[in-house]
């Protein structure tokens, strides 16, 4: 007897047409966004003949467009890259890959927003908590999407159980890592940031809490 997955669309022994249109229009938007978060940082424009401490003191005024910038340039990369292991699991069209997917991308087009809105306000609590609000949000999503990718009847039946369980722990551990940034936000906004460097500390708990699952 047939598995019931067989009779879903293969492209040569690779991941169906679909499949690919719907991975390469992914990784269209990712660039697209992780670019215009410079755009968001203005270069400062002053008169001339002013001391050179003038051009200094303008560039240190934009260290929070800098510091969301860096934060969000590795955030969206890692979802890149989350979206890239996920993905690679992936041998067989799913439509049920196309509206997670969408969402994700919505979300991750917000990005550029939502940085210089912090950037812009630093410190203040709405900003602070609204940008880890979108990260979590953006963490949702992508915890979907990987979640379908890496299970069948989407992901090669060949992939490893625990390759697929890896990538959900990440998922969740950037869920949880935009949790403690908003909840720190609410108490200390300027301690929010260095709250989302606890992403490997979440990653170690996602990964016992799935292994104690299994």
């Known amino acids: 007897m047939n598995d ?7 492209h040569h022994g690779a991941p169906a047409h679909a499949l690919e249109r719907l991975v390469f229009f992914s990784d269209a938007v990712f660039a697209i966004s992780i670019t215009l978060l410079v755009i968001e940082i203005h270069a400062p424009s002053l008169k001339r003949g002013l001391p050179d401490a003038a051009y200094v003191n303008a560039l240190l005024q934009l260290t929070p467009n800098f510091i969301g910038f860096i934060i969000s340039f590795f955030v969206i990369a890692q979802f890149w890259a989350g979206h890239h292991r996920a993905f690679d699991c992936a041998r067989r069209w799913s439509p049920r890959l196309v509206f997670p997917n969408i969402c994700l991308l919505f979300t991750v087009a917000a990005m550029p927003f939502f940085t210089a809105f912090l950037s812009e306000n630093a410190g203040n609590r709405v900003p602070t908590i609204v940008y880890c609000g979108w990260l979590a949000l953006t963490g949702l999503c992508n915890l979907w999407v990987n979640s379908i990718a890496t299970a069948p009847p989407v992901a090669d039946a060949q992939v490893a159980a625990e390759r697929g369980a890896m990538i959900r722990a990440r998922g969740q551990a950037v869920v949880l890592m935009a949790l403690s940034g908003a909840v720190v936000g609410w108490f200390v906004p ?4 260095p709250a989302l460097a606890s992403f490997g500390a979440w990653l170690l708990l996602t990964k016992r809490l799935n292994r104690a699952a299994a």
């Open 4 to 10: 019931a997955h067989d009779d879903l669309p293969m």
């Open 190 to 193: 300027w301690g929010a940031q």
